[in-house]
């Protein structure tokens, strides 16, 4: 039980339901309220957050984005249960660092593999993460989950490292969408790879407009890591 997940999740049989079965694994906390999250989040720092789009109190993708101006939970791993999962709700959550969603009616047994996957992503794989390694002015060190941008330290969410990593390592080589989502997200090719679009527009923004450039978007391929002079 080494792992401390929070769940939120505001209708009691569902909060109990869940609570149940995650309780076997890992360490489990459980609210009902978006508030009492965002407070028990500060004293429990948790390895992960799972909970419910329908939050009485606050709207779901506020708590969201109030989740993530904060310190403790800019990089906390989400996944997010949704009412229905529209093309448009999953951007947004992906546009706001969730790690994955399901929507109702789901499996209990998928929503535990989804959810050991991204804890496995990230923290067991640290373990086993490359040197430290360096291309036009961008440093990484995936040990410390360390990312240097001239000389000026970033604070990137999980998926966005792991996205820069990803393309650093294999710079100079064009990487197709389904390859990203398979690699990064440790989703089937066959998804919809549009979450590639958002993460790698996101990653731009925190890289800047000089770092940025050195990601090239390869007309309806992917995506490639261009180091300077190539």
């Known amino acids: 039980m080494g792992y401390r997940v929070l769940i939120l999740e505001a209708d009691r049989e569902q909060q109990d339901w869940l609570q149940d079965w995650f309780k ?5 906390s459980v609210c009902a309220l978006a508030k009492d999250a965002l407070e028990q989040l500060k004293s429990l720092k948790p390895d992960l957050l799972l909970f419910s789009l329908d939050t009485p109190d606050i709207p779901g993708m506020t708590f969201l984005s109030v989740l993530r101006d904060t ?15 529209s093309e448009e ?14 929507a109702h009616p789901f499996d209990p047994r998928e ?17 086993h993460w490359g040197t430290p390694l360096s291309i036009g002015g961008i440093e990484i060190d995936p040990s410390q989950r360390r990312c240097v941008v001239a000389g000026k330290r970033l604070t990137l ?5 792991a996205l820069l990593e990803v393309l650093m390592r294999k710079a100079g080589r064009v990487l197709t969408r389904p390859y990203l989502l398979e690699s990064v997200w440790g989703m089937s090719s066959d998804a919809d790879t549009r979450a590639v679009d958002v993460m790698v527009s996101r990653l731009r923004r925190s890289l800047g407009s000089e770092a940025s450039s050195l990601i090239e978007t390869i007309s309806k391929l992917g995506y490639c890591f261009r180091p300077p002079g190539t």
């Open 111 to 127: 929503l535990m593999a989804r959810c050991r996957t991204v804890l496995r992503r990230r923290f067991e794989r640290s373990e």
């Open 89 to 102: 709700t999953t951007l947004r959550l992906f546009e706001l660092g969730v790690e994955d969603c399901v």
């Open 71 to 85: 310190d403790y939970g800019r990089t906390l791993p989400v996944v997010a249960i949704a009412a229905q999962k």
């Open 24 to 28: 076997n694994e890992f360490s489990v």
């Open 157 to 161: 969410r999980p998926r966005e490292f």
